[in-house]
């Protein structure tokens, strides 16, 4: 039997048999280096023409996020950007500094940086009020079609709550000291923005979408596996645990030092995990990680950014055979973890699509 890419893509997920492994790169990063007329297109026409199977990761959102009685201003002058949220005749501001050479901007300072700050988010989370966006989400996988498949985002942060203050409003070091210093302020911000975070869970689930995504960016360089079970792990297993209600997979992008959380993600209930390589992006093998998660787990990945940038084609080939042999028993879906250097050629695009489907099961 001859699946569509979408149906190729969801078996894998769901660790299904495929007629073949599917193959779709993430193309963060490189996409924003091409030509104009090629970006015009759009990624879809991209990965299709390279003979992909298009994961849309991050693509969907059946839910919009409006803080009541804020007014929110984005500034920018050069290449320095602030995002101000105001309320009440007080602020929360964000700047972001624009790299030239990645063409990305990077939050480079934090909104929260004290106890009455903390406060003052509480105070925004609290109002803060969640819509479904149904109808449109609805749209969109209907004019995608079976041409691929989208993983539809969660999260007010399209991620965990601890892992958003993490990123976004206060930072690595800082939450850890407010966890310590502040707990009661905390506890009482993450039971707020869960329950935002799940009212959007709620949504997606009586969506149409297919499967489910948010960007964790799990990794042990800002959470020890402790961390991790405390503040994250509950959570994410109250999502999966509502998303199997409904059979839509749940896949978590983890793009970073994951050796060491991979059994919580199992235990949390994930069908699928995203963004798995090898050194040093990450800090295993795709052979470990098939070790370590139960084949009711499936991996998406495979090539570290840096080998899909540097590896003549045939080099490539050989070590996707290795992996098509290790991964043979699971659901795999084959791409590069997290993003794409802009200098990878094409031609190692379209090598990789041509292997896999001269690989059927």
Known sequence: MEFTPKQRLLAAIEGRPTDYLPFSPFLAYYFDFLPLEVRQKGELDYLIQMGADPLLRGHLQAYSVHHKGADISDNTNGNKRILIRSLNKRELNSVYTYSEAARSWFLTEYPVKDLEDLK??????????????????????????????????????????????????????????????????INELLRVMRG?????????????????????????????????????????????????????????????????????????????????????????????????????????????????????????LEYVDELLYITKDRGFILSNSDSCPPGVEYEKFTALSQFVKSHKA
């Open 120 to 185: 003052f988010l509480i105070k925004l989370m609290s109002q803060t009020e969640i819509l479904p966006e149904i109808d449109r989400t609805n749209e969109q996988i209907r004019a995608l079609g079976e041409q691929g498949l989208y993983l539809a985002i969660l999260g007010i942060d399209l991620k965990s709550s601890f892992q958003g203050l993490l990123e976004n409003w206060i930072g690595t070091e800082n939450l850890i000291y407010f966890c310590m210093d502040y707990p009661d302020e």
């Open 196 to 316: 935002l975070n799940l009212k959007t869970v709620e949504y997606t689930a009586s969506s149409d979408a297919p499967a489910c995504l948010s960007w964790e960016d799990s990794s042990t360089t800002n959470v020890s596996p402790a961390i991790y079970s405390e503040y994250i792990l509950p959570e994410i297993s109250q999502w999966c645990n509502l998303l199997g209600q409904v059979k839509k997979p749940y896949v978590q992008h983890a793009c970073g030092h994951i050796k060491d959380l991979l059994p919580l993600f199992a235990q949390q209930g994930n069908a699928c995990v995203e963004s798995v390589g090898t050194p040093p992006t990450n800090n295993i093998t795709i052979a470990e990680a098939n070790s370590v998660l139960p084949k009711t787990v499936s991996i998406i990945g495979g090539i570290e950014p840096t080998q899909l940038l540097n590896d003549p084609i045939n080099k490539l």
